[in-house]
Every structure is written in C-alpha cells, then in structure tokens.
C-alpha cells in the first residue's frame, strides 16, 4: 500500500477547481473519475483502475480506456 501516493478499495474521483498537480501513484480496486472545471488536472506518475476510468465534467463524460 505504501508505494501508492493515493489507494482507494471504493470509487475514485478527482474534481479540480483550479489547477492541481500530483506526483504519486494512484489505484482504485472500482471505478476512476477524473474532470477539470477551470483548470489543468496532472497525474505524472502511474493511474489505474480495476473498474472504468472515466474523464470529463458530469454531462461530458469519456471512457478513457474506449478511448486508446
């Protein structure tokens, strides 16, 4: 569990307001839900998900893995 910056058993969501910035793994055992209203939001280490990750504002939604 230690070498993840964030690790969640339960769904995971990051909503930045204004730009936000992370350095760390991240791991959920659900779903990933990512969006930015604002500004820039930026993982620059390993993501993953054993559910869906999703991206986009709640009206807006992309599956980020129909998306490779």
């Known amino acids: 569990v230690?070498?993840?910056?964030?690790?969640?058993?339960?769904?995971?969501s990051f909503h930045a307001g204004g730009d936000f910035n992370f350095g760390g793994r991240i791991h959920t055992n659900s779903h990933l839900f990512l969006a930015a209203t604002g500004g820039t939001l930026?993982?620059?280490e390993?993501?993953?998900?054993?559910?869906k990750c999703e991206c986009g504002s709640s009206d807006?939604?992309?599956?980020?893995?129909?998306?490779?």
Do not use: C, K, P
């Open 42 to 44: 930026t993982m620059s």
């Open 2 to 12: 230690f070498q993840f910056g964030v690790f969640s058993e339960n769904d995971l």
């Open 46 to 51: 390993r993501v993953s998900a054993v559910g």
């Open 60 to 68: 807006s939604t992309r599956d980020l893995a129909a998306a490779e």
